[in-house]
């Protein structure tokens, strides 16, 4: 099932409104935050600047090839421990950017980019983020309930 997937972050609408998503990937990667909660804190991440701290990720995720000319004099990259934990909403809709997610126990940071541009962030409460993560799930999880059962194979 395909629909329209858009994330805002501190009021900027990330991804177009065209481009679709299927539900499955939203679900899968909303489900995937709640496997990853306590795996986000990374004390070196929390207090780096917000460039530092987004291409420190990157480059553990995927290199930093495709910013080479975007990269600050010096930049000297912070231990990532485990970068499979802050990537968030890797899905079709939002290919243009990535999204990061580093936390301490009280605020969460999402260092963001569009693809060959050097990050922005916001900052916002742990506990006012994971409310409207899980406000997310519940009601996607409500609404993909009500989808009628598939006609069965004869």
Known sequence: MYGVFCVFICGEQLGSSWNQATLNSVMAELHGWRKTIGLR??????????????????????????????????????????????????VDGLDDYRIYCVEDDTTSRLPYAKMGELPRECRVSRAVLADVMERAIERLDGWFQQLPEPPRER
């Open 41 to 90: 804190c990374a004390p070196a991440l929390m207090a780096a600047d917000p460039v530092t701290a987004f291409l420190s990720i990157e480059e553990e995720a995927y290199g930093l090839e495709h910013l080479e000319d975007k990269l600050p004099p010096g930049f000297a990259p912070v231990p990532v421990p485990d970068r499979t934990a802050f990537e968030i909403f890797d």
